[in-house]
């Protein structure tokens, strides 16, 4: 049974570039949630999608999007980087009940550099 | 303010010795997990805590929920260096359970010498 996977492991960029993270969700899990961590820091939570929209969504610019696709997976786009956009962003999913989500099961991250 | 404050920061404990870590939060938990995250890496669920005098054990690791629930403590029994890394809270502070959104704690980072 495969986990939470990202893509890719690491990437760099500069500033005021674009850029798109991809995760695949653990089987069986349909909500896909999106956090940043910075060096030292517990995540962040950044935004979550259900049946393909942004259900909830944190304290971040509107440079900050997603998508989900009909498989679950999902995608995180963030544009104009900013050198502070340097973190480990991670990819987490769970099964929703209603409203409520279970147990968030993580990836491994990406490790996004803006340089 | 931190509203979720995780102590100690760090923590170095010799091999086969107990520790206990903190989690403290401003308002009432509805959900709380314990995650472990080896550095620069995704995180490990360990536990989830809801009721309050909720208490949990995984292998050697034992997670409580006070009554009141804004304070839980995760207790390591005879560390082993396989331990060693960063430990996690993350707080559901929506009634009635989680709606995916959680808080963090900064985390506490622990060494175990062999």
């Known amino acids: 049974d495969a986990g939470v996977t990202q893509s890719p492991t690491h990437l760099i960029k500069t500033r005021g570039q674009q850029v798109t993270l991809r995760c695949s969700p653990k089987?069986?899990?349909?909500?896909v949630s999106w956090y940043q961590q910075a060096l030292g820091q517990g995540p962040q939570f950044i935004f979550q999608?259900?049946?393909?929209?942004?259900?909830q969504r944190g304290n971040f610019p509107d440079r900050f999007s997603g998508h989900q696709f009909p498989n679950y997976s999902s995608e995180l786009n963030v544009n104009a980087l900013l050198l502070g956009d340097s973190a480990l962003y991670l990819c987490?999913?769970?099964?929703?009940?209603?409203?409520?989500?279970?147990?968030?099961?993580f990836g491994p991250g990406t490790r996004l550099t803006v340089l | 303010s931190q509203e979720l404050e995780q102590s100690p920061q760090s923590l170095i404990v010799q091999e086969g010795k107990n520790l206990t870590i903190n989690c403290t939060s401003s308002?009432?938990?509805?959900?709380l997990y314990w995650y472990k995250q080896k550095y620069g890496e995704g995180l490990i669920f360990l536990m989830m805590?809801?009721?309050?005098?909720e208490e949990k054990s995984h292998e050697k690791i034992t997670a409580k929920l006070d009554e009141k629930k804004q304070q839980s403590s995760l207790h390591i029994t005879a560390s082993q260096p396989s331990h060693a890394g960063i430990y996690l809270c993350?707080?559901?502070?929506?009634?009635?359970?989680?709606?995916?959104?959680?808080?963090f704690g900064k985390g506490t980072k622990l060494s175990v010498k062999p």
């Open positions: 993350g707080a559901d502070w929506n009634y009635g359970g989680s709606q995916g959104n959680l808080i």
């Open positions: 999608y259900y049946e393909e929209e942004e259900r």
């Open positions: 805590l809801q009721k309050g005098g």
């Open positions: 089987s069986g899990h349909d909500t």
């Open positions: 308002k009432t938990l509805y959900g």
């Open positions: 987490a999913s769970s099964l929703a009940a209603g409203a409520l989500t279970d147990t968030q099961y």
